[in-house]
Nanobody
Framework: EVQLVESGGGLVQTGGSLRLSCAAS????????IGWFRQAPGKEREGMAC???????YYADSVKGRFAISRDNAKNTVYLHMNSLKPEDTAVYFC?????????????????WGEGTLVTVSS
């Protein structure tokens, strides 16, 4: 059974940091790029970052310089380190797996999705 399980969300104050984790199982992790997406209430899903099996990365302009994506292939886990958090970062954060070399920046065509973890940034 394919699973992507996000964790690490929670409530944080403006300017704070969080580290989200995405634990993968049930597929060949090394064959997949993993992306992080978020969706705030009433807004469209937004792609934030992606990391390929060779550790190349992509960041959306909205998070560049504040968020960092990394992966541990030995643990089948991808991390999203979020710094300098703002209230507008409040959203449900999802990870998704896309068979390399693809890494969707809007979520279309993604092979597997996690259930999401809620991040709330208080002002």
């Amino acid at each position: 059974e394919v699973q992507l399980v996000e964790s690490g969300g929670g409530l944080v104050q403006t300017g704070g940091s969080l580290r989200l984790s995405c634990a993968a199982s049930g597929f060949t992790f090394d064959d997949y790029a993993i992306g992080w997406f978020r969706q705030a209430p009433g807004k469209e899903r937004e792609g934030m970052a992606c990391i390929w099996p060779d550790a190349n990365t992509y960041y959306a302009d909205s998070v560049k310089g504040r968020f960092a994506i990394s992966r541990d292939n030995a643990k089948n886990t991808v991390y999203l380190h979020m710094n300098s958090l703002k209230p507008e970062d409040t959203a449900v954060y999802f990870c998704a797996a896309d068979r390399a070399p693809y890494c969707s920046n809007d979520g279309s065509g993604v092979d597997y999705w996690g259930e999401g973890t809620l991040v709330t940034v208080s002002s």
